[in-house]
């Protein structure tokens, strides 16, 4: 029964749903073995576009569960569908019934073959019936059909009227009944019984993809349907657990798979696709609610060049349920690798911050308070690690969320330190994450001098940083500088004078390492002389 709160009626619909919808052009049906749970075959590659940084798979099912969701709510991916099932053909045009298909399919991307590559298949038509039964739907598909209503008020004592159904609008019935009289029902409350007389087609009880395929001779054959769908995507989940010097770690890495195509993927063999894609996708797409979470343990993907982008294949079959979040291990778990512990201090990450509490309201460089003022900052703490085989890595990382744990001395226990998010991370280059902000390392930054030529268009800038070490040992701290964010519309730039040693890796970083002793602190200065076109 549902109810119709607005008018307060209830109603409950009586048919004789001989099936979901009726053969197309009175062709035959292909027989068999159409059912996906019989299918030879069902494979999934799903592509993500997400931010790996701002998306969160679990908040996103929530919210659409509790109906909190605003805006464009897709799930940021999509993937390709190779669905391969049995069907016994007759001579000439069959409609073949693919059931269970995503409810987010993009039929414009259909494509149908024989498994065998015989070209003695054509597809003739194509249809996807996306028109889902519900009583609204049900009830406008037997306007101008005969129907039987029976009523029961909220006193009690029932009515029945039969007729011919004019209209079905937001709960009104309007009927003509055999003596030619024309009834409205619905204006008071109660509840309805309608009888309907038989299944008046065009509605399904599933998204379903139905073909019209020519066929030379009486035959079974496998055929398989591919196509796109949305609301599928997948993020990359990193685990760094770092041993007790901070020198060396383990990883390991899942992928968090999300389906909210629409339908469900039994026994699939699933692949992923890590690469900036380009798709032209339609701005608006509907989502399903519900949530499921679980992992699968005991699989495994293995990776390989695929085009311009990296291809993870799993070595066996997973389910992939409607509404659900599953994770399986990605990538082998790798351990025993050496890494590097740094401190950098950002002078325009900690600006930024500044202006952002107050000081300028995010007005830039050259507001008055930091002109005349010292900008503070915290330091930041990193991880490098040489993604390299010589450092039993050398493997393609996906961009993904990174999680760093540090066992407890006392207990054993695997604390959680920060968290970053990476991009994606071909071998043989150096993986730097930041984990958080130092406590007992703290720098100040103020610019000391400028001078400025505009007929020359020259500018020169001197600044101070003073960097304090309140740790028990001494550090090595990295000053991060990007000299053309303040001036870019000047040429190249210089160091004219710096205390300490520095190196300028390309035209938008300058990097200056600072030793700095125990319980110590240091003061560097350096001009940057900007030289104009």
Not at 199 to 220: I, M, N, R, Y
Not at 267 to 292: C, E, P, W, Y
Not at 373 to 394: A, L, P
């Amino acid at each position: 029964m549902r109810q119709r709160t607005a008018l307060g009626v209830g109603f409950t619909l009586l048919a004789g749903l001989a099936g979901c919808a009726a053969d197309m052009n009175g062709l035959p049906r292909a027989s068999g073995l159409g059912p996906r749970e019989k299918a030879p075959g069902l494979s999934l590659t799903i592509y993500s576009s997400a931010d790996p940084g701002t998306f969160d798979p679990l908040a996103q099912l929530r919210m659409e569960q509790q109906g909190t969701m605003f805006g464009d709510s897709r799930v940021p991916g999509y993937g390709v569908v190779r669905d391969t099932r049995m069907f016994k053909l007759q001579p000439g045009p069959n409609a073949l019934t693919f059931t269970d298909v995503a409810s987010g399919i993009d039929p414009t991307t259909v494509s149908f073959r024989a498994m065998d590559g015989a070209a003695d298949l054509s597809v003739l038509e194509q249809n996807f019936r996306f028109d889902l039964f519900s009583s609204d739907k049900l009830l406008k598909k037997y306007v101008g059909k005969p129907v039987t209503v029976t009523t029961e008020g909220k006193a009690g004592g029932k009515s029945t009227v039969s007729g011919t159904l004019l209209a079905s609008n937001t709960g009104d019935l309007i009927l003509r009944a055999s003596d030619g009289t024309v009834q409205i029902l619905g204006k008071g409350e109660g509840h309805w019984q309608i009888g309907l007389a038989s299944d008046a087609g065009g509605l399904s009880t599933k998204p379903t993809l139905e073909l019209v395929v020519q066929a030379s001779k009486a035959e079974e054959r496998a055929a398989q349907v591919t196509y796109q769908t949305d609301n599928l995507t997948w993020r990359a989940d990193y685990s760094l657990l770092l041993n007790k010097d901070d020198t060396a770690g383990d990883l390991s890495t899942w992928v968090t798979l999300v389906n909210q195509s629409g339908a469900s993927y039994p026994g699939t063999q699933l692949k992923l696709i890590a690469g900036d894609v380009r798709r032209f996708a339609a701005s608006i797409a509907g989502v399903g609610g519900g949530l499921n979470g679980n992992a699968t343990a005991g699989l495994s993907f293995t990776e390989n060049p695929f085009f311009e982008y990296h291809m993870y294949t799993l070595g066996g079959t997973v389910d992939l349920p409607e509404n659900s979040i599953k994770q399986v291990e990605l990538i082998s778990p790798r351990s025993g690798f050496t890494l590097e512990k740094a401190y950098v201090f950002d002078y325009a990450a900690a600006l930024a911050r500044s202006n952002n509490n107050g000081n300028g309201g995010g007005g830039g460089l050259f507001t008055n308070t930091q002109q005349n003022g010292e900008v503070v900052g915290k330091v930041d703490v990193c991880v490098k690690i040489k993604n390299t085989e010589s450092n039993h890595m050398g493997i393609a990382l996906p961009a993904g969320r990174v999680r760093v744990y540090k066992k407890d001395t006392a207990d054993g226990a695997a604390e959680f330190v920060g968290e970053d998010v990476i991009t994606h991370t071909p071998k043989d280059e150096t993986l730097t994450i930041v984990i958080g902000k130092a406590f007992d390392i703290v720098g100040t930054q103020v610019r000391t001098n400028m001078e400025q030529d505009t007929l020359n268009r020259t500018v020169a800038e001197t600044f101070e940083v003073v960097l304090r070490n309140h740790k028990s040992e001494a550090v090595r701290v990295v000053i991060r500088e990007q000299p053309n964010s303040a001036w870019w519309w000047q040429g190249a730039w210089r160091v004219t004078e710096c205390t300490e040693k520095y190196e300028a890796p390309n035209m938008r970083i300058l990097l200056i390492s600072v030793d700095i002793p125990r319980d110590g602190e240091k003061k560097v200065t350096y001009t940057v002389r900007y030289d104009g076109k």
